[in-house]
């Protein structure tokens, strides 16, 4: 099993970012995709999920009108993508079938 993430993405505040979450190695559509961040000096936090066979998603509150999860079946990719960003949402972002299986990390770094 493979989760290989996009690279890392450098963005003004207020922009948007995207991203990737490519996978291998097993039936995408039957495991949830989930995704972490981890800001600088802070713990893990759970963004939200999809659900690849039905694109059915779960979103933490907070990110709620701000994130959107999609998932490629045709690729078995997952993407999240992440709208008006300000400086706290530098951080790391991770995908995973929870919890087994991790991506490498990608690092967003928002900054003017």
């Known amino acids: 099993v493979q989760l290989v993430q996009s690279g890392p993405e450098l963005r003004n505040p207020g922009a948007s970012v995207k991203v990737s979450c490519k996978t291998s190695?097993?039936?995408?559509?039957?495991?949830?995709i989930d995704w972490v961040r981890q800001a600088p000096g802070q713990g893990l936090e759970w963004m939200g999920r999809i659900d690849p066979e039905d694109g059915d998603t779960k979103t933490l509150q907070k990110f709620q009108g701000r994130v959107t999860f999609t998932a490629d079946t045709s690729t078995s990719t997952a993407y999240v993508e992440l709208n008006s960003l300000r400086s706290e949402d530098t951080a790391v972002y991770y995908c995973a079938i929870p919890y087994t299986y991790w991506g490498q990390g990608t690092q967003v770094t928002v900054s003017s």
């Open positions: 190695g097993y039936t995408f559509t039957g495991y949830y």
